[in-house]
């Protein structure tokens, strides 16, 4: 027989093994090959910020979710697919830059456009003064609505006109002014040769002006007696005062009108209406004061202080009645402007 040489097989367990223990021998083997490269590279010295070495030449843009929005067919189940607007971030400079050149086109605006010149004045209040006079003070028609200084305004409308009490302006936008006023009313007419003064119930000296109604009538040879500036509750007036009053006072001082008599005086002439005989008159003098002229021709003075005035019309009845008792008709004057002393003649 022939003799048959047999070779056993590798098992399954030893082939894996072999496998396992190449592959450890070739990763060290890289291992070593790359150390020694290492050490024989050149060295490189980097100077700044070590972080940047780290970051890649070009640098890959992130990617943009794209905004969409499906539409519900119904109850079917299909979606429509719509495209969105993209979102824009816009930087601080570039918003600040947006801003400013808004603010500067506003700013042109009311300073040179015509839709801000005034054209629209209302005035509310007045009766005897006139929109063209408050307009003339103003002067704010055709102006820029920016440029109209209201404080001003209002101090000049009270300069020129002592017969408003009270002046409120208001502005608003594009180009309206509107102006509320408050007139004090006249009450008595002071006459002095050509001169006509009114006076308020204040006792504030206005310049004729419109139509005043019925006024109590005081014929005088003198202007009103004024109270001292320190005492006044309003000062002189400015000329534009008399610029816009009648003609018939053209020869009066500007500085009277605003100015204020003496409120006992005033108080005693309106006293004196209900005192003096019927169709008499109220008159002043400069040298007798205060007093009335009767329809016969006789003249009455209560005097410039009136202090006593209670006292001096009580007088002035008692001469009166002993008068009649004696047949006596005085035919000029009775006086009780001094106690100690009246007189008649």
Do not use: C
């Not at 640098?59 to 299909?78: C, F, P």
């Not at 329809?295 to 009580?314: A, E, H, N, Q």
């Amino acid at each position: 027989m022939r003799a048959e040489k047999t070779v056993s097989p590798l098992s399954r367990s030893n082939l894996v093994r072999q496998r396992r223990q190449q592959r450890s021998t070739q990763r060290v083997s890289q291992t070593r090959e790359a150390a020694s490269r290492a050490a024989r590279a050149p060295s490189v010295i980097v100077r700044g910020d070590p972080h940047s070495a780290a970051r890649p030449i070009h640098q890959t843009n992130r990617s943009r979710v794209k905004r969409q929005y499906y539409y519900s067919l119904g109850a079917s189940g299909a979606e429509l697919r719509l495209p969105a607007l993209p979102m824009i971030n816009l930087g601080w400079r570039i918003i600040s830059a947006i801003i400013a050149v808004f603010m500067a086109l506003a700013i042109f605006a009311l300073g040179f456009s015509a839709e801000f010149q005034v054209s629209d004045i209302t005035v509310e209040g007045i009766s005897r003064l006139t929109v063209g006079d408050i307009e003339a003070v103003l002067s704010a028609r055709g102006s820029q609505i920016v440029t109209f200084d209201s404080q001003a305004a209002k101090a000049d409308l009270v300069r020129a006109f002592p017969e408003l009490e009270s002046v409120k302006i208001q502005v608003g936008l594009p180009a309206k002014i509107t102006v509320k006023v408050t007139e004090l009313q006249p009450v008595v007419a002071w006459t002095a040769g050509e001169n006509v003064y009114w006076i308020a119930e204040n006792g504030v000296i206005l310049p004729p002006r419109g139509e005043p109604g019925e006024l109590l009538t005081v014929g005088a040879d003198t202007q009103p007696p004024l109270l001292p500036l320190a005492d006044a509750d309003r000062g002189p007036t400015l000329t534009e005062a008399s610029e816009t009053a009648d003609t018939t006072v053209s020869a009066v001082p500007v500085e009277i009108w605003g100015r204020q008599i003496d409120p006992n005086t005033m108080k005693r002439m309106i006293d004196l209406t209900s005192l003096i005989p019927v169709e008499s008159k109220l008159v002043y003098n400069s040298l007798n004061g205060l007093g009335w002229e009767e329809p016969s021709g006789l003249d009455v003075y209560i005097g410039r202080d009136l202090g006593d005035f209670d006292l001096k019309v009580s007088m002035y009845q008692a001469i009166i009645a002993n008068l009649d008792q004696r047949g006596i008709k005085p035919q000029d004057m009775i006086s009780v402007e001094f106690i100690n002393a009246p007189f008649f003649r």
